[in-house]
């Protein structure tokens, strides 16, 4: 019999419904396997086992008493950038190494509302800035598929726990892939709802006008659970959209027969992997049997959205991430001889490499005299971007094309060079530039036995669409259900 | 050389809200530091701002005041800089596109009124106070004001003298006040004001090099700065120097201004759009709905009162200074229907008592009943109008009923014919000298022979009584001569 860390969350919901097990049952056996597993991958910044077994004994006595929702009971780990009062939320930074949030963010609210069990804070890129979890100050993830890897990033603590069954679900947030590219390095389902449907209050900022927060699962059904909990209007959050959603799991069945994918031609062009073209080519295939149409398109600025990115989210960053200046909160140097000098040390002393090198691009992005020639049109290339979009789905219900150029890279291999480390996020980074929800689906393993995603990208609000593809393709796959050993 | 100057204001005002500008904390004034604040105005790591609709009313209100076109789309802008009273180290603030631009207000100066284009009117927020320690190298900060909706009116470089920008800015208190939306109040900083200063060669059309002036606290202060500044300015063009672009300090205690920072030290605020705040719509539903809930603004109040009351155009400046103060007027003469006798009354009576006392009109210990009822004994004769004057100052000390004071101090006017010719009758034979000379042509003593029957009454004979004794009297005297 498979161990309860093994299940799906749907599997495990039926299991506390019929009393066959219970949710402190359920927490001990991911706890245990975390303290098997965890000290090889590194998913984790703090498994908050004393809160986990205090939510879940809380959960049995809801599921006794009858006030069971959904996901009650059920194991989830969050990216360490969402406050969870009372617990270090702290970015996988230095400079928050010991900041505990008075409050709690808007999406663990609902967590602990639809009593769920939260089994501790998953590592992150500093701040989420990364393509490989190896920017935390905590050190890196490791990919469950082979710990030489990379897991993807930012999320890839949240995407690692989930591959590696010491989280049943989680919840990452995505920028410009951070997401996506971890599910697809890691072999999980991984969504980015469109901007404004999750609150981002509470999620600690990184380009506040592309962040979004979305959920990781091993499959389509565990995520449309997930995504009924997390979406829906928070007026803590202005730019959060009041707008109802559809109940997500009603699209796990519909058939797809008779729908259109758009296939980029920049997109393809670009790729030069074989795995993943192998892997794009196999769920064309599938797609096709299942009564998909095909058709090619053109998304002519594409070519500009990572220039574009790194003026935009680098330039919100540089304002975002001014507060951390040692005077409220987190870290401070010990040593400075004035104010101005203890801004400078802390934030030395504070902020990794690749964050100071995000703020000292929108630093100077936004400076007098540069402002209209680097941050004006960078948004305007954003806006051509996000009409090349709108035209696309006039001929098409949502867009077909890889997550990542390659399956996951080694550790090391791209941290020195930012550049090959900024062109992974190729084909996620349009997709934050124009608000747009996007899946990443397992599509198989590529001969080194690696996991490669496709991603499907559907217009604004359409989340739906996207479950309704990824659930079709999945009943007819087993990707999904291939598991690293460890 | 003649030089004529060039002065632009830019107003700070903390709008009259019960909640700050981006979360629910109270804006109360005279908490324990940093009671009033919660994660989101303390800048925590993931809080998010959502605007307080009622701080973007008062902004428009003040626009439609204003005469300004008001924008159907706005945006706030963050402003980039690092100092431990901002949390954020941003403020929230509009940049590109303000609430309102292209308005202006009429000014009241000596010469005549002048028309003031205001630029701009937009929203921001509040940074918090630092406290520094005078024994320790140690600063405090207190978070209370850090979020607090504030409006910056940007006047056109208009401004031609200290006079008229002292003139503009009490308008723009006085429309602020009758808006009731911000309290005015300058030295808690409810009101604040920096100057923009340049001269230049009269004829001159392009503007000279200008100073911003800060810290000026009351209206005196920025007329007292502008006149130095400008003083300071023309002496260093006339001995040949020139007159260097940055930051200027008043000080009120010297009365001089001093550089803060050159331009070459000024910030580069690195404005942008915030991204956490949506594109303000100001929908034209909410601004029809506000123009007609306008209250009468102060130039309105002045011509009405003129129209409807008769009053001189200067007492109706004057009392229009205030929307309470106008409010007390016609409510006094709602009672006393002599709109110049209450004038006077209030501009020279209730104004001295009220000098002295920082509570203004609003907390007044006589009211416009008793003021009516003062001005109402006076005319049926019950009391003169110098015994009046002594019944107004017992008023203002007790806020007594004008009849009480009256009653319990016999300062009851005697007007009684038989009883005053009695007196005036003793005076004039106590003084037969000064009869004399009367009748030998002197007829000034005449005042002299009321203020003695004044006297010998303890000030509460009828004036016009006695005189008319006196007259009979005096009359008699030189017919039995």
Same mark, same amino acid.
């Given at each position: 019999?498979a161990?309860?860390?093994?299940?799906?969350?749907i599997?495990?919901?039926?299991?506390?419904?019929?009393k066959?097990?219970?949710s402190?049952?359920?927490?001990?056996s991911?706890?245990?396997?975390?303290?098997?597993?965890?000290?090889n991958?590194?998913?984790?910044?703090?498994?908050?086992?004393?809160?986990?077994?205090?939510?879940?004994?809380?959960?049995?006595?809801?599921?006794?008493?009858?006030?069971?929702?959904?996901?009650t009971?059920?194991?989830?780990?969050?990216?360490?950038?969402?406050?969870? +009062?009372?617990? +270090?939320?702290?970015?996988?930074?230095?400079?928050?190494?010991?900041?505990?949030?008075p409050?709690d963010?808007?999406?663990?609210?609902?967590?602990?509302?639809?009593?769920?069990?939260?089994?501790?804070?998953?590592?992150?890129?500093?701040?989420?800035?990364?393509?490989?979890?190896e920017?935390s100050?905590?050190?890196?993830?490791?990919?469950?598929?082979?710990?030489d890897?990379?897991?993807?990033?930012?999320?890839?603590?949240?995407a690692?726990?989930?591959?590696a069954?010491?989280?049943?679900?989680?919840?990452?947030?995505?920028?410009?892939?951070?997401?996506?590219l971890?599910a697809?390095?890691?072999?999980v389902v991984?969504?980015?709802?469109?901007?404004?449907?999750?609150?981002?209050?509470?999620?600690?900022?990184?380009?506040?006008?592309?962040?979004?927060?979305?959920?990781?699962?091993?499959?389509?059904?565990?995520?449309?659970?997930l995504?009924?909990?997390?979406?829906?209007h928070?007026?803590?959050?202005?730019?959060?959209?009041?707008?109802?959603?559809?109940?997500?799991?009603?699209?796990?069945?519909?058939?797809?027969?008779?729908?259109?994918?758009?296939?980029?031609?920049?997109?393809?062009?670009?790729?030069?992997?074989?795995?993943?073209?192998?892997?794009?080519?196999? !769920?064309?295939?599938?797609?096709?049997?299942?009564?998909?149409?095909?058709?090619?398109?053109?998304?002519?600025?594409?070519?500009?959205?990572?220039?574009?990115?790194?003026?935009?989210a680098?330039?919100?960053?540089?304002?975002?991430?001014? +507060?951390?200046?040692?005077?409220?909160?987190?870290?401070?140097?010990?040593?400075?001889?004035?104010?101005?000098?203890?801004?400078?040390q802390?934030?030395?002393?504070?902020?990794?490499?690749?964050v100071?090198?995000?703020?000292?691009?929108?630093?100077?992005?936004?400076?007098?005299?540069?402002?209209?020639?680097y941050y004006?049109?960078? !948004?305007?290339?954003?806006?051509?971007?996000?009409?090349?979009?709108?035209?696309?789905?006039?001929?098409?219900?949502?867009?077909f094309?890889?997550? !990542?150029?390659?399956?996951?890279?080694?550790?090391?291999?791209?941290?020195?060079?930012?550049i090959?480390?900024?062109?992974?996020?190729?084909?996620?980074?349009?997709?934050?530039?124009?608000?747009?929800?996007?899946i990443?689906v397992?599509?198989?393993?590529?001969?080194?036995?690696?996991?490669?995603?496709?991603?499907?990208?559907?217009p604004?609000?359409?989340?739906?669409?996207?479950?309704q593809?990824?659930?079709?393709?999945?009943?007819?796959?087993?990707?999904?259900l291939?598991?690293?050993?460890? | 050389?003649?030089?004529?100057?060039?002065?632009?204001?830019?107003?700070?005002?903390?709008?009259?809200?019960?909640?700050?500008a981006f979360?629910?904390?109270?804006?109360?004034?005279g908490?324990e530091?940093?009671?009033?604040?919660?994660?989101?105005?303390l800048?925590?790591?993931?809080?998010?701002p959502?605007?307080?609709?009622?701080?973007?009313?008062?902004?428009?209100r003040? *626009?439609? *005041?204003?005469?300004?076109?008001?924008?159907?789309v706005?945006?706030?802008?963050r402003?980039?800089?690092?100092?431990?009273?901002?949390?954020?180290n941003?403020?929230?603030?509009?940049y590109?596109?303000?609430?309102a631009?292209?308005?202006?207000?009429? @000014?009241e100066?000596?010469?005549?009124?002048?028309?003031? /284009? #205001?630029?701009?009117?937009?929203?921001?927020?509040?940074? /918090?106070?630092?406290?520094?320690?005078?024994?320790?190298?140690?600063?405090?900060?207190?978070?209370?004001?850090?979020?607090?909706?504030?409006?910056?009116? %940007?006047?056109?470089?208009e401004?031609?003298?200290?006079?008229?920008?002292?003139?503009?800015?009490?308008?723009?208190?006085? #429309?602020?006040?009758?808006?009731r939306?911000?309290?005015?109040n300058?030295?808690?900083?409810?009101?604040?004001?920096?100057?923009n200063?340049?001269?230049?060669?009269?004829?001159?059309?392009?503007?000279? %090099?200008k100073?911003e002036?800060?810290?000026?606290?009351?209206?005196?202060?920025?007329?007292?700065?502008?006149?130095?500044e400008?003083?300071?300015?023309?002496?260093?063009?006339?001995?040949?120097?020139?007159?260097?672009?940055?930051?200027?300090?008043?000080?009120?205690?010297?009365?001089?201004?001093?550089?803060?920072?050159?331009?070459?030290?000024?910030?580069?605020?690195?404005?942008?759009?915030?991204p956490?705040l949506?594109?303000?719509?100001?929908?034209?539903a909410?601004?029809?709905?506000?123009?007609?809930?306008m209250?009468?603004?102060?130039?309105?109040k002045?011509?009405?009162?003129?129209?409807?009351?008769?009053?001189?155009?200067?007492?109706?400046?004057?009392?229009?200074? &205030?929307?309470?103060l106008a409010?007390?007027f016609?409510?006094? @003469?709602?009672?006393f229907?002599?709109?110049?006798?209450? &004038?006077?009354?209030?501009?020279?009576?209730?104004?001295?008592s009220?000098k002295?006392?920082?509570?203004?009109?609003a907390c007044?210990?006589v009211?416009?009943?008793?003021l009516?009822?003062?001005?109402?004994?006076?005319?049926?004769?019950?009391?003169s109008?110098?015994?009046?004057?002594?019944?107004?100052?017992e008023?203002?000390?007790?806020?007594?009923?004008?009849?009480?004071?009256?009653?319990?101090?016999?300062?009851v006017?005697? &007007?009684?014919?038989?009883?005053?010719?009695?007196?005036?009758?003793? @005076?004039?034979?106590?003084?037969a000298g000064?009869v004399?000379?009367?009748?030998?042509?002197?007829?000034?003593?005449m005042?002299?022979f @009321?203020?003695? *029957?004044?006297?010998?009454?303890k000030?509460?004979?009828?004036?016009? %009584?006695?005189?008319?004794?006196?007259?009979?009297?005096?009359?008699?005297?030189?017919e039995?001569?």
């Amino acid at each position: 019999m498979a161990h309860l860390y093994e299940l799906t969350a749907i599997e495990l919901a039926r299991m506390l419904r019929k009393k066959e097990t219970s949710s402190v049952q359920i927490t001990e056996s991911l706890l245990n396997r975390i303290d098997s597993v965890e000290p090889n991958i590194r998913a984790y910044v703090d498994v908050t086992r004393e809160t986990a077994l205090e939510m879940a004994s809380e959960a049995d006595r809801r599921l006794a008493s009858g006030d069971v929702r959904p996901l009650t009971g059920i194991p989830i780990l969050i990216k360490n950038n969402m406050c969870f +009062r009372g617990h +270090r939320t702290t970015c996988g930074s230095r400079i928050l190494a010991n900041f505990v949030p008075p409050y709690d963010a808007t999406v663990v609210t609902r967590i602990k509302e639809e009593g769920m069990v939260i089994l501790g804070t998953a590592n992150m890129d500093e701040f989420a800035m990364g393509s490989s979890t190896e920017t935390s100050y905590w050190g890196p993830t490791r990919n469950p598929w082979n710990l030489d890897t990379t897991p993807g990033g930012s999320s890839g603590g949240s995407a690692a726990a989930v591959a590696a069954c010491i989280a049943t679900v989680s919840l990452g947030s995505d920028t410009g892939g951070s997401i996506r590219l971890p599910a697809s390095f890691c072999g999980v389902v991984g969504m980015k709802p469109t901007y404004g449907s999750v609150s981002r209050y509470g999620l600690v900022a990184y380009a506040s006008s592309l962040d979004q927060i979305g959920p990781f699962a091993r499959d389509t059904a565990d995520l449309a659970l997930l995504l009924n909990l997390i979406c829906g209007h928070d007026p803590k959050d202005s730019t959060s959209v009041p707008r109802p959603h559809p109940d997500f799991t009603t699209y796990l069945d519909k058939p797809v027969a008779g729908m259109t994918l758009g296939v980029p031609t920049e997109f393809f062009s670009k790729l030069e992997n074989p795995d993943v073209s192998k892997a794009c080519a196999e !769920a064309r295939s599938i797609f096709e049997r299942l009564g998909v149409k095909f058709t090619e398109l053109s998304l002519p600025h594409l070519d500009y959205g990572i220039a574009a990115y790194y003026i935009i989210a680098p330039s919100e960053a540089s304002s975002n991430l001014a +507060r951390y200046d040692g005077v409220k909160y987190g870290h401070r140097a010990e040593k400075f001889d004035s104010m101005i000098d203890m801004y400078c040390q802390t934030r030395a002393e504070g902020f990794g490499a690749e964050v100071k090198r995000r703020i000292m691009l929108g630093t100077y992005a936004l400076s007098s005299g540069y402002y209209d020639a680097y941050y004006l049109k960078a !948004a305007k290339v954003r806006t051509l971007i996000t009409n090349d979009f709108k035209t696309a789905f006039r001929t098409c219900d949502a867009i077909f094309c890889p997550t !990542a150029p390659s399956p996951p890279f080694r550790i090391g291999e791209k941290i020195d060079d930012p550049i090959q480390m900024y062109l992974t996020d190729v084909f996620t980074i349009p997709v934050n530039m124009a608000g747009l929800p996007g899946i990443s689906v397992p599509a198989g393993l590529s001969g080194d036995r690696l996991p490669v995603g496709f991603q499907l990208v559907a217009p604004h609000f359409e989340e739906a669409r996207l479950v309704q593809l990824a659930a079709a393709f999945q009943k007819e796959t087993d990707h999904h259900l291939q598991r690293p050993s460890l | 050389m003649d030089y004529e100057t060039v002065i632009g204001l830019e107003v700070h005002a903390q709008l009259l809200t019960d909640s700050k500008a981006f979360c629910s904390c109270t804006t109360r004034f005279g908490a324990e530091p940093n009671s009033n604040t919660c994660p989101i105005c303390l800048g925590m790591p993931g809080v998010l701002p959502v605007l307080n609709r009622k701080a973007l009313e008062f902004t428009v209100r003040m *626009a439609i *005041a204003c005469n300004c076109e008001i924008n159907e789309v706005s945006r706030f802008a963050r402003k980039n800089y690092y100092y431990p009273d901002l949390p954020k180290n941003y403020q929230i603030s509009q940049y590109e596109l303000p609430v309102a631009e292209h308005g202006w207000v009429d @000014v009241e100066t000596p010469e005549g009124v002048r028309r003031i /284009g #205001i630029t701009r009117i937009h929203m921001e927020e509040d940074a /918090g106070k630092l406290i520094h320690d005078e024994q320790k190298p140690v600063s405090y900060v207190d978070l209370n004001r850090t979020g607090v909706p504030l409006m910056e009116v %940007v006047s056109e470089p208009e401004i031609r003298s200290p006079e008229e920008a002292a003139a503009y800015l009490r308008a723009l208190h006085s #429309i602020l006040v009758y808006l009731r939306i911000c309290d005015g109040n300058m030295q808690e900083g409810s009101f604040r004001c920096d100057a923009n200063v340049s001269v230049r060669p009269r004829g001159e059309t392009a503007f000279g %090099v200008k100073a911003e002036l800060k810290n000026m606290n009351s209206f005196r202060n920025v007329q007292k700065a502008l006149q130095y500044e400008i003083d300071r300015q023309i002496e260093v063009l006339t001995d040949g120097g020139r007159i260097v672009q940055e930051t200027r300090l008043f000080d009120p205690v010297s009365g001089t201004t001093s550089s803060m920072r050159s331009k070459e030290q000024a910030h580069d605020y690195r404005y942008f759009p915030d991204p956490d705040l949506l594109p303000l719509h100001v929908e034209p539903a909410l601004i029809d709905r506000l123009k007609a809930t306008m209250p009468e603004l102060p130039s309105e109040k002045k011509e009405r009162l003129i129209k409807q009351f008769g009053i001189p155009g200067y007492d109706a400046a004057v009392l229009t200074a &205030s929307r309470e103060l106008a409010e007390y007027f016609e409510e006094t @003469v709602s009672l006393f229907p002599n709109p110049k006798l209450v &004038s006077n009354w209030i501009m020279t009576e209730l104004m001295r008592s009220l000098k002295g006392e920082e509570t203004g009109i609003a907390c007044c210990p006589v009211n416009p009943k008793q003021l009516a009822a003062l001005l109402q004994l006076i005319d049926n004769g019950t009391i003169s109008g110098k015994i009046a004057k002594t019944v107004f100052e017992e008023m203002y000390a007790t806020g007594k009923d004008p009849a009480v004071i009256i009653e319990e101090k016999g300062l009851v006017q005697v &007007s009684d014919k038989e009883e005053l010719a009695a007196v005036i009758r003793r @005076v004039l034979d106590e003084n037969a000298g000064e009869v004399a000379k009367f009748l030998g042509g002197k007829t000034k003593l005449m005042g002299f022979f @009321v203020g003695q *029957a004044m006297k010998a009454t303890k000030g509460k004979a009828n004036p016009a %009584v006695v005189n008319q004794i006196l007259a009979e009297e005096l009359r008699k005297k030189a017919e039995g001569k």
